[in-house]
C-alpha cells in the first residue's frame, strides 16, 4: 500500500502517508504510526524508497519518501502476485460442487 499510494500521489511525509491509505481505504484501515515508520524505513533500506528532508504544509520539518526505479519494479511484481492471489480466493468462491466432478 505504501509503495502504490507513493505511484499514485509522489512524494509524501510519514503522516501523509497514513492519511492517504486510510483515506482510500474509505477508513477501513487505520495506519499504526509504529508500524508506518519500521515499514518505511525497511522499503528505504531495500532502495524501493528514498526520503529527503523539507517542510511539511504547517512548515514543519519533516521526512519526505518517494518510490525508485527499483519501487517501481517491486510495485509491479507485488501487483502481479496480488492479482494472482485475488483470482484464485475468486474462483473459490465461484466453485459448486458439480465443476468438481
Do not use: C
Not at 18 to 25: G, L, N
Not at 36 to 52: D, H, M, N, R, T
Amino acid at each position: 500500500m505504501v509503495l502504490k499510494t507513493l505511484d499514485v500521489l509522489g512524494p509524501l511525509h510519514g503522516y501523509g502517508i497514513a492519511r492517504r491509505i486510510e483515506q482510500i481505504s474509505g477508513d477501513m484501515l487505520a495506519v499504526n504510526q509504529g508500524t508506518l515508520y519500521p515499514v518505511l524505513l525497511k522499503l528505504e533500506q531495500e532502495g524501493a524508497i528514498a526520503s529527503e528532508r523539507g517542510a511539511s504544509e504547517n512548515n514543519r520539518r519533516a521526512r519526505f519518501y518517494r518510490l525508485t526505479r527499483e519501487g517501481r519494479k517491486q510495485l509491479q511484481v507485488e501487483t502481479q502476485d496480488w492479482e494472482q492471489t485475488a483470482g484464485i480466493i475468486a474462483r473459490f468462491f465461484e466453485v459448486k460442487a458439480e465443476d468438481l466432478s
